[in-house]
């Protein structure tokens, strides 16, 4: 007993308290908000229940994944990732395949009542085989052929959300994708350059969006304009949290959250049902978590001795950062309502699930540091 005591203690010793305070948080704050607006909603006793077993399996997830030699088990599965990322994406273009709304991204399990979304599942494998080829390329980054071979990697997995027609995630991958390749020191001119080449392309672009798509894009920066239909969502998000003024109205006292559209609502917009139980005082408390769990793992990636580590840190915190200033400028009605989930706040297993386990990606690069005592690379 004494030596199964000791080797539990040792392992917690793996994980960083800092990350495991700010995705401990904000989950808490979720099972709040959702058990506050429970009876708002059919189903929302069962969300709750389901919601409080993603996090307790996110924990565990969390802990297992921290005890793991990130970089042995990168090294002997990276085409296993690759092959798994590829295939779970193409399973939802197959009759497997179930759409919530206008976009195909969920499969069913047979036989049972889950719906799982694989985009989310795949940015864990996603980002470390990415940043495992950054790891191989990075003194040649800059050559085209490097380049080459990264857009196809790339390209191939974001293609694919693309074609489940879920633009909101398919942006989130291409802005830590960005987020990664900076990281990695691809020269700014070729930064400059994809920009220059996307407003040039920008009418055609355009013109290949559905339009529900293009309506979420126009309306998205004025939705005064059209404020009973696509500007709805976001003029009724930017009400509840104005009505919860300071300090909120409480659990009982929050109503303005029940004009919003109940599609979405306890998803994409928990950060205005959040806001107008608990104020703006709530609200700045869990955007201050989460600057906290950015820099703590930007904090990681630059002082690691590993780059392999370090990419999958910034992987991390560019997923992190792209979802949570997308989620909470739609909130605010500041920016496109493109269906992004608020990492540890939002409902639904698969975005709560893939958080804590990325998490437990960071937990094993910090753990594993002193691994590499005498060694120190650069890119």
């Known amino acids: ?179 990664m390749l900076w990281g990695a020191g691809l020269n700014l001119w070729y930064f400059f350059g994809v920009i220059v080449a996307l407003v040039l392309a920008s009418p055609y672009l355009w013109s290949i969006l559905e339009p529900h798509q293009q309506e979420r894009i126009l309306y998205g920066f004025r939705p005064e304009l ?40 306890y998803t994409d917009f928990i950060f205005a049902i959040f806001g107008e139980m608990f104020g703006f005082v709530a609200c700045l408390v869990l955007i201050l978590l989460y600057a906290l769990l950015i820099i703590r793992i930007i904090h990681i990636a630059r002082t690691h001795r590993k780059d392999l580590g370090a990419f999958i840190c910034i992987g991390v915190a560019g997923t992190l950062f792209a979802q949570i200033i997308e989620n909470i400028g739609m909130c605010l009605a500041m920016l496109p309502v493109v269906g992004i989930t608020l990492p540890f706040m939002s409902y639904g297993g698969s975005s709560m699930l893939t958080n804590f386990v990325l998490l437990g990606l960071v937990h094993s690069v910090n753990a594993n540091r002193n691994k590499y005592y005498f060694e120190r690379e650069s890119v």
């Open 1 to 179: 007993m004494k030596i199964s005591l000791y080797s539990v203690r040792e392992r917690l010793k793996r994980m960083d308290p800092i990350l495991l305070l700010c995705s401990i948080v904000p989950s808490m704050f979720s099972l709040l908000t959702l058990w506050g607006c429970r009876d708002a909603y059919v189903g929302g006793t069962k969300r709750v229940i389901v919601q409080f077993a993603a996090v307790l399996l996110g924990v565990m997830f969390t802990f297992v994944v921290a005890n793991l030699d990130y970089e042995y088990v990168v090294n002997k599965l990276f085409w296993g990732f690759f092959a798994f990322s590829v295939i779970l994406l193409v399973l939802v273009l197959t009759p497997l395949g179930t759409s919530e709304g206008s976009n195909q991204s969920y499969i069913v399990i047979p036989f049972l009542p889950i719906n799982l979304q694989p985009s989310e599942f795949v940015k864990v494998t996603f980002i470390v085989t990415f940043a495992k080829h950054l790891d191989v390329v990075k003194a040649r980054i800059n050559h085209p052929k490097s380049l080459l071979g990264l857009a196809l990697h790339a390209g191939l997995i974001i293609v694919l959300i693309l074609l489940e027609k879920d633009l909101g995630v398919a942006l989130v991958y291409i802005a830590f994708v960005a987020i």
């Open 226 to 265: 059209d404020p009973l239909g696509a500007g709805m969502h976001a003029m009724t998000s930017k009400a509840a949290l104005a009505s919860g003024g300071l300090f909120g109205k409480g659990i009982s006292g929050a109503e303005a959250y029940l004009n919003m559209p109940t599609k979405g609502t």
